[in-house]
C-alpha cells in the first residue's frame, strides 16, 4: 500500500505510465479515505498496488523504511523506453546491475516513490511495459 497525495494522478501514472490496470476503488467518505487497488492482473495470479488517499492529505516524507516496489518485465530497455515515452521519470537507465548480470532500472512516480523494473525471461509479455 502507498499513501498518495493525490489519487487521479497516481491513478494516472499507473494506468498510463506503468501499464497496469486500474482493478476496482473503494469509497470510505466516513473514514476520510479512498482506496484504489491496480495491477497488471487480478489476484491471485498477480499482485496488486494499492493505493490510499486519505482526504486533505496532499503530500507525505516517505519513510526511511521504505524501499521501493519492484516489477518484473521482459524488457527494462524496452519499458523505460515506453515509461520515458508516456511522460514517466525514469532515474536509473536500464542496465546491468553493479557486479552481476540481472538488468534492472528505477523510476519515481509522482509522490516520489521509487519503482524497480527487473528484466526476468519469465515476466509475462503482457504486462504493459514490455
Same mark, same amino acid.
Given at each position: ?7 487521479? &494522478?497516481?491513478?494516472? =501514472? ?7 490496470? !486500474? %482493478? &476496482? ?11 484504489? =487497488?491496480? #495491477? ?10 494499492? %493505493?490510499?488517499?486519505?482526504?486533505? *492529505? ?8 521504505? #524501499? @521501493?516496489?519492484?516489477? #518484473? ?7 523505460? +523506453?515506453?515509461? &520515458? @515515452? ?5 532515474? &536509473? +537507465? $536500464?542496465?546491468? *546491475? ?7 532500472? =528505477? ?8 519503482? +524497480? !523494473?527487473?528484466?526476468? $525471461?519469465?515476466?509475462?509479455?503482457? *504486462?504493459?511495459?514490455?
Amino acid at each position: 500500500m502507498l499513501r498518495v497525495g493525490d489519487l487521479q &494522478r497516481s491513478i494516472d =501514472f499507473y494506468t498510463q505510465v506503468m501499464g497496469m490496470t !486500474l %482493478l &476496482r476503488t473503494s469509497e470510505n467518505p466516513s473514514q476520510a479515505y479512498s482506496l484504489a =487497488f491496480l #495491477g497488471y492482473g487480478k489476484n491471485p495470479e498477480h499482485a496488486e498496488l494499492e %493505493l490510499t488517499y486519505n482526504h486533505g *492529505v496532499r503530500s507525505y516524507d516517505i519513510g526511511t523504511a521504505y #524501499g @521501493h516496489i519492484a516489477i #518484473g518485465v521482459p524488457d527494462a530497455y524496452a519499458a523505460c +523506453e515506453k515509461i &520515458r @515515452h508516456n511522460g514517466g521519470n525514469v532515474t &536509473r +537507465e $536500464a542496465g546491468p *546491475v553493479k557486479g552481476g548480470t540481472t538488468v534492472i532500472a =528505477f523510476i519515481t512516480d509522482p509522490d516520489g516513490y521509487k519503482v +524497480e !523494473l527487473i528484466q526476468r $525471461a519469465d515476466a509475462a509479455a503482457g *504486462v504493459g511495459l514490455g
